[in-house]
Every structure is written in C-alpha cells, then in structure tokens.
C-alpha cells in the first residue's frame, strides 16, 4: 500500500447516476463564514463574534482528457434546456482505486466547462476543466 495522500484521483457522480469519472485536479472544496461583531454594551472588554452566512467557492475539476469526457458531455447536454440543481459526490481515490474520503455536495450546476487547446505542433497534455456552482455540504451518502 502506499502512503496516503500520494498517487489520489478524485472520481465524480452527480445524482447518483451520472458517472463523470476520474479527475487529477480538484480546487475549491471550501466554506467560509461571514463573521458579524457585536459590541455588547456595559462591557467594553468584549465583543462577540457571531457566524453570519455560509459562502461556498465553486469546485473546478481537471484532468487530461479521456473516455470520460463524453459523459460530460452528456451531463451538460441534460441541464442545457433547465438547469436543475443535483446533487453531487466527489469520492478520494487511492491509488488502487479504494475510497479515502467523499464530500457531498447539494444545489450543484455547472457554471463552466473548458476543452483543450487542439494544437499538434505542441507537446501539451490535451485537459478539460469543469466548473461546478454548490450552496453547500452535506454529510449524507448520496
């Protein structure tokens, strides 16, 4: 076995259903809070701090690309005509293919999909890049 954390890829599915594969770059798994002070009055030595709303980055997903990329096209083509808030879950995968961890995700949409650069004068790996909109975590198997 190898040690954690090395040779990950990050699998997809949305609604359970739609199988988007494996990706090798995952950026905005985040949740930041608004912070709101209140200065309670008689007491000048203090001030509490509360938490205000939940603000999540969008996700964006990236890999070389592959047999997979036609099941985003797929996916893209269903929500083209209504966009339907899914749900979605990004699975850790070790490097013999086991579950490390999964986040779940609720309200998601695609805001972006990029496709390569077609260029055979260059040696550059051809990679897509797909963006996904979240209004939060949950901690549910999905």
Known sequence: MGLPGLSLRFMVVIDGQFELGDWTKCEGLQVEYDIFSYKEGGNNGFVHRLPGRAQYQNIRLTRPIDDSTSAVMTWLASVQSRVTP????????DADGEPVTTWNLVGVFPAKWSGPTLDVTTNATATETLELVHNGFIGVPL
């Open 86 to 93: 899914s749900t979605a879950a990004i699975t850790v995968l």
